[in-house]
């Protein structure tokens, strides 16, 4: 069984060419991810970024009078903003990947645009081998984020069980089996009203 990719949202910054329209564009991200409760600490910090966008209005405004060289500076301090709003953008993307279920929602409270990589399609139950001889990693459709998950393996043709630690993500891995031997393998989620039902099996001949 192959299991399905997810395809993660991700974060995009839409950057008005014309300098006035780009400050009100990096203001508004600063506005909006200030005080934000899912970025306790961006990089670059959000006054290093008002600072870069402070000294981009300065310089439009010398460049407007068309001193010679304010042009060029202004294209300097414009650079500086986009390179900022760039790692800012990266670490928008990485807060927003440590949970794919809230991704698209996480993104756009920073004030930012969102762009899927394809339809998310579900996963699921799959096994696979394990990093190391003798294990299997398995890895099930999420139940939500307060799921916890249970995991059973059988050796003898689903006629015993035997219980794995139980995770709170929706992957975990099992050890200690002999190179060779065909494990199948089942999961159930438990969450805040309940134990789900166990799923369907899968078979893996563990290496």
Same mark, same amino acid.
């Given at each position: 069984?192959?299991?399905?990719?997810?395809?993660?949202?991700?974060?995009?910054?839409?950057?008005?060419?014309?300098?006035?329209?780009?400050?009100?564009?990096?203001?508004?991200?600063?506005t909006e991810m200030t005080g934000n409760p899912s970025f306790p600490a961006p990089a670059p910090a959000l006054p290093v970024v008002t600072?870069?966008?402070?000294?981009?209005?300065?310089?439009?405004?010398?460049?407007?009078?068309?001193?010679?060289?304010?042009?060029?500076?202004?294209?300097?301090?414009?650079?500086?903003?986009?390179?900022?709003?760039?790692q800012l953008r990266g670490y928008i993307q990485t807060v927003a990947d440590a949970d794919v279920e809230t991704a698209a929602t996480v993104?756009?409270?920073?004030?930012?645009?969102?762009?899927?990589?394809?339809?998310?399609?579900?996963?699921?139950?799959?096994?696979?081998?394990?990093? $190391?001889?003798?294990? $299997?990693?398995?890895?099930?459709?999420?139940?939500?984020?307060?799921?916890?998950?249970?995991?059973?393996?059988?050796?003898?043709?689903?006629?015993?069980?035997?219980?794995a630690p139980s995770t709170l993500q929706a992957a975990t891995t099992v050890t200690g089996f002999t190179p060779g031997v065909t494990v199948?393998?089942?999961?159930?989620?438990?969450?805040?009203?309940?134990?789900?039902?166990?799923?369907?099996?899968?078979?893996?001949?563990?290496?």
């Amino acid at each position: 069984m192959t299991m399905t990719p997810i395809h993660h949202p991700i974060a995009v910054l839409i950057l008005p060419k014309r300098v006035p329209a780009l400050i009100t564009y990096a203001q508004s991200v600063v506005t909006e991810m200030t005080g934000n409760p899912s970025f306790p600490a961006p990089a670059p910090a959000l006054p290093v970024v008002t600072t870069a966008i402070a000294a981009l209005q300065t310089a439009e405004t010398t460049a407007l009078t068309r001193v010679k060289g304010a042009v060029e500076a202004r294209n300097q301090e414009r650079a500086a903003l986009v390179t900022l709003l760039g790692q800012l953008r990266g670490y928008i993307q990485t807060v927003a990947d440590a949970d794919v279920e809230t991704a698209a929602t996480v993104i756009r409270s920073a004030g930012i645009a969102v762009k899927r990589t394809g339809a998310r399609s579900p996963r699921v139950f799959d096994a696979q081998q394990g990093a $190391a001889s003798g294990s $299997a990693r398995l890895v099930a459709a999420t139940a939500g984020r307060r799921a916890s998950y249970e995991w059973q393996f059988s050796t003898d043709g689903g006629k015993t069980w035997v219980m794995a630690p139980s995770t709170l993500q929706a992957a975990t891995t099992v050890t200690g089996f002999t190179p060779g031997v065909t494990v199948e393998f089942r999961y159930r989620p438990v969450t805040k009203t309940g134990e789900g039902n166990w799923s369907q099996t899968v078979q893996l001949i563990v290496k």
